[in-house]
Each structure stands twice: as C-alpha cells, then as structure tokens.
C-alpha cells in the first residue's frame, strides 16, 4: 500500500467567510483551533478529516488534500525529480510537519508528518 492521503484542507483570504459557507453547505461542525484562523471539520468518524482556513499573507489559498509521508524532505525532492516545484516548508504545525508542492501541471498537494 502507498502513503495514504490523511487530510484535506480549504484554506483562503477569509476564514470566517469560508466557514461559513462550508459549515452550511454541507451541514460541517466546525471547531476552532486555539491561536490561529483555522478550524478543524468532524466528520464523525466518516471519510477524511480535513480544515478550513485562513492564508498566510502573501499566499492566495487553496484547495488542496494532504499524503502522510515520513520523510518530507525526501518527499519534496522527489517530487522535484518528477517534474513537481517545492511551495512551502517544511513548517512545524501541532503533532508533526507540513509541507506543499505542486505537480507538473501546477495542481497544489501537501505532505504531512505525525509525530507522537
């Protein structure tokens, strides 16, 4: 079996906006994430966890679903090999580490580390 895909996330200018939108489209409980515009969605033990929130300054957002890998340096470099370019990180989140690339044809994906 391959790494499996672990999360996905909406991530854009506006937090709130978007969590609303999302929490009445499709009937999502939202929960907040202490320290930082971002909300974690319970899906009740159905599919993929994912989150919706905000972009860093100067990122546009995106749509994107994340692979659980264990080396995410190897994992971006790669991704560079096959034809993909770094975006950002690593950076350090609670429990592990993201990281974000995008394919050849521009298509954003992240990777993600657990610790713990």
């Given at each position: 079996?391959?790494?499996?895909?672990?999360?996905?996330?909406?991530?854009?200018?506006?937090?709130?906006?978007?969590?609303?939108?999302?929490?009445?489209?499709?009937?999502?409980?939202?929960?907040?994430?202490?320290?930082?515009?971002?909300?974690?969605?319970?899906?009740?033990?159905?599919?993929?966890?994912?989150?919706?929130?905000?972009?860093?300054?100067?990122?546009?957002?995106?749509?994107?679903?994340?692979?659980q890998v264990d080396d995410l340096e190897a994992?971006?470099?790669?991704?560079?090999?096959?034809?993909?370019?770094?975006?950002?990180?690593?950076?350090?989140?609670?429990?592990?580490?993201?990281?974000?690339?995008t394919d050849p044809e521009g298509h954003e994906?992240?990777?993600?580390?657990?610790?713990?």
């Open positions: 079996m391959g790494n499996p895909t672990m999360w996905f996330e909406v991530v854009g200018k506006d937090h709130q906006v978007l969590k609303g939108f999302y929490s009445e489209l499709f009937d999502w409980q939202l929960t907040d994430m202490g320290g930082m515009p971002y909300s974690a969605v319970d899906t009740g033990g159905e599919g993929i966890p994912g989150g919706v929130g905000a972009a860093p300054e100067g990122h546009p957002g995106h749509v994107t679903f994340y692979v994992a971006l470099a790669k991704a560079e090999r096959l034809g993909g370019k770094r975006g950002m990180g690593p950076i350090d989140i609670p429990n592990g580490q993201i990281a974000l690339f994906i992240g990777l993600m580390t657990q610790s713990g």
